[in-house]
């Protein structure tokens, strides 16, 4: 199975300020069809977990301006440009390429 | 809206079995594959299964191979996972959740989930 790695594993933001999570794949997930299958998604606090960004750059449907997705091969990040309250939460990146798919350990963000 | 209810969850003994059900509604069931993720108590996702739209292509995970079924019935929008011999480390809430093809490992849209505890 391929693994996922996310770092870090916890990250502590003032509201207004910047945050990454880094997420690196033991294979590629460059897919001959041309598509790199990374996901992240968030589980906010008692809540399901919602998709963010699909297909590693391209922000799901009402997601804000503020996620943005990037990478290619088997490094990729997500970048918070300005965190705000609503944002805490553990954020996870998934594969899509193999079989099966595979999260990363998540990584959980609160605010200071 | 797409909405995803799962129901069926329970306490259960080891080696039982049980029928998680999840309704699905806003979008044409019916073109879109459909999958089952867990979570352990505090714990990361794990992907346990999939079925193609059409219901004639199905994916388990290892470590439920031979003891779930993964089924749907596109008259009903509805969505089965058949769990049996049921261990101590299948505990988990079970998320139902959306594909974003007829195929494909891709996910949207996850139901609130059902929590299954097996102890005795």
């Known amino acids: 199975d391929i693994v996922m790695t996310q770092t870090p594993l916890s990250l502590s933001v003032t509201p207004g300020q910047p945050a990454s999570i880094s997420c690196k794949s033991s294979q590629s997930l460059l897919h001959s069809d041309g598509k790199t299958y990374l996901y992240w998604y968030l589980q906010k606090p008692g809540q399901s977990p919602q998709l963010l960004i699909y297909?590693?750059?391209s922000r799901f449907s009402g997601v804000p301006d503020r996620f943005s997705g990037s990478g290619s091969g088997t490094d990729f990040t997500l970048k918070i440009s300005r965190v705000e309250a609503e944002d805490v939460g553990v954020y996870y990146c998934m594969q899509g390429i193999h079989l099966p798919p595979t999260f990363g350990q998540g990584t959980k963000v609160e605010i200071k | 809206e797409v909405q995803l209810v799962e129901s069926g969850g329970g306490l259960v003994q080891p080696g039982g079995s049980l029928r998680l059900s999840c309704s699905a509604s806003?979008?044409?069931?019916?073109?879109?594959?459909m999958h089952w993720v867990r979570q352990a108590p505090g714990k990361g996702l794990e992907y346990v299964s999939a079925i193609s739209s059409n219901g004639g292509s199905t994916y388990y995970a290892d470590s439920v191979k031979g003891r779930f079924t993964i089924s749907r019935d596109n008259s009903k929008n509805t969505l089965y996972l058949q769990m049996s011999s049921l261990r101590a480390e299948d505990t988990a809430v079970y998320y139902c959740?959306?594909?974003?093809?007829?195929?494909?490992?891709?996910?949207?849209?996850w139901g609130q989930g059902t929590l299954v505890t097996v102890s005795s």
């Open positions: 959740v959306k594909g974003v093809a007829a195929a494909g490992t891709g996910i949207d849209y």
């Open positions: 297909e590693v750059s």
């Open positions: 806003g979008f044409t069931f019916s073109s879109y594959a």
